[in-house]
């Protein structure tokens, strides 16, 4: 949302006092980083929901083609390693999804119902700007009849300038206090609308990787036989690198 005062003659009456105009734009103000706020939250809600599954059926994908390797024909304990692998990360691509699923119930379908509000508070906003600026400018045609020689057509005319802006002064009376009353309500009504979304997406997070910390336990116990340390399983990878780099066919020149 943006707000640009329409730029018209004033008049020499001050028909907006300074504390009201700088209540509205403190308020206005407030609602427009909300806006933008929300929509940054949402876009990357749905970048990270995206992402997730992605690395989820990249995972799924990568045991699948270790498990498809020709070693696995020929290695029985390879085999049965990667067979609970692949098991591992379908079970988390499953869980993922449900994850997901549940956050952008939760999270990102109220993100995105929460901004469709904006642009009908940006038009009862512009509302408001056009009901000013027909008041400033019925107020100086009063002004302007006011300082006139007071002759029996300018008299006339002083009334029906009178009579026009009458209505069109209670118009934007009206427009201006009830947008001054509710965008503060608005405004505080995010933390009620937000928490239980925000409630869900930790819940969501904490039963996922509740289910990842036991996939992956259980993953452990299966193909970790040799209860080697990282520190050992890198020594004896170093030492089977350095038998590869003896061989002739990738010795230097």
Known sequence: MSWMPFKIGQPKKQIVSKTVERDF???????QKLEDQ?????KDMKKSTEADIAMSKAAVKISGDLLSNPLCEQDQAFLE????????MKRMDSFNQEKVNQISKTVIDPLKKYSSVFPSLNMAVKRREQALQDYKR??????????KEKT????VKLHQAREELRPVREDFESKNKQLLDEMPKFYHSRIDYFQPSFEALIRAQ???????????????????????TDEQRERENEAK???????SIVADD
Not at 25 to 31: G, I, M, N, P, S
Not at 38 to 42: A, W
Not at 138 to 147: A, D, F, G, I, N
Request: avoid cysteine; charged fraction near 30%.
């Open 241 to 247: 690198l350095n038998e590869l780099r003896a061989l």
């Open 25 to 31: 734009e403190r308020e206005y103000d407030k609602l």
């Open 152 to 155: 029996g057509p300018i008299m």
């Open 81 to 88: 390693s990667m067979t609970a692998l692949d098991t591992a």
């Open 138 to 147: 019925l107020q100086s045609k009063v002004e302007k009849y006011e300082e």
């Open 206 to 228: 904490v039963v996922y990787f509740t289910e990842m910390h036991n996939i992956f336990s259980e993953l452990t116990d299966q193909i970790d036989q040799a209860g080697l």
């Open 38 to 42: 929300t929509k940054k939250l949402h």
